[in-house]
T-cell receptor, first 111, second 111 residues
Framework: EDQVTQSPEALRLQEGESSSLNCSYT??????LFWYRQDPGKGPEFLFT???AGEEKEKERLKATLTKKESFLHITAPKPEDSATYLC????????????FGKGTRLSVIA | NAGVTQTPKFQVLKTGQSMTLQCAQDMNHNSMYWYRQDPGMGLRLIYYSASEGTTDKGEVPNGYNVSRLNKREFSLRLESAAPSQTSVYFCASSASNYGYTFGSGTRLTVV
């Protein structure tokens, strides 16, 4: 059974204080690992897809990396507007296999 | 582009009542999904439709039925609502190999 574990559950940072969120996974044949951002009262918004170990992707202050067992979402010099819940999901070997989501990390960035 | 549109946005039901949650996408995606999101549980898959004319059960299908009406529309029906079905429901769609696009959610309370 595919599983995704995210840590920490919640993270509180001062503005400018860089940190990383962790996503550990077990999946039978990883097709892709996905990161989403979810603001309160809204649906998740797609950030990145990573397909193979060693791959990295960046968007503004966010950088996602992937190994064979986990992914990290690095947040550099965060701003209050980066406050959100960040969700990680994995997809098994078929393109039609539904995503399995972790429970998310709730990030708060304090000015 | 509207993306994924869900209706209604809010609903209160009495135990035993029935209702249908509507979802429509305008991106010509083949696959559509229904998830529920509960505090501390993350996003859990209820049903999905990999293509028009097919539907499959997800992790938590009990108490729900779905209909893939056409390529654009995928509805979720609660035949006899129970308090345990109080949740936020998200519809999503995807093209193979790409991340999901989510709707803004339906907040359902069963009293």
């Amino acid at each position: 059974e595919d599983q995704v574990t995210q840590s920490p559950e919640a993270l509180r940072l001062q503005e400018g204080e860089s940190s990383s969120l962790n996503c550990s996974y077990t999946v039978s044949g990883l097709r892709g690992l996905f990161w989403y951002r979810q603001d309160p009262g809204k649906g998740p918004e797609f950030l990145f897809t990573l397909y193979s170990a060693g791959e990295e992707k960046e968007k503004e202050r966010l950088k996602a990396t992937l190994t064979k067992k986990e992914s990290f979402l690095h947040i550099t010099a965060p701003k209050p507007e980066d406050s959100a819940t960040y969700l990680c999901a994995v997809q098994g070997p078929s393109g039609n296999t539904p995503l399995v989501f972790g429970k998310g990390t709730r990030l708060s960035v304090i000015a | 582009n509207a993306g994924v549109t869900q209706t209604p946005k809010f609903q209160v039901l009495k135990t035993g009542q029935s209702m249908t949650l509507q979802c429509a996408q305008d991106m010509n995606h083949n696959s559509m999904y229904w998830y529920r999101q509960d505090p501390g549980m993350g996003l859990r898959l209820i049903y999905y439709s990999a293509s028009e004319g097919t539907t499959d059960k997800g992790e938590v299908p009990n108490g729900y039925n779905v209909s893939r009406l056409n390529k654009r529309e995928f509805s979720l029906r609660l035949e006899s609502a129970a308090p345990s079905q109080t949740s936020v429901y998200f519809c999503a769609s995807s093209a193979s190999n790409y991340g999901y696009t989510f709707g803004s959610g339906t907040r359902l309370t069963v009293v």
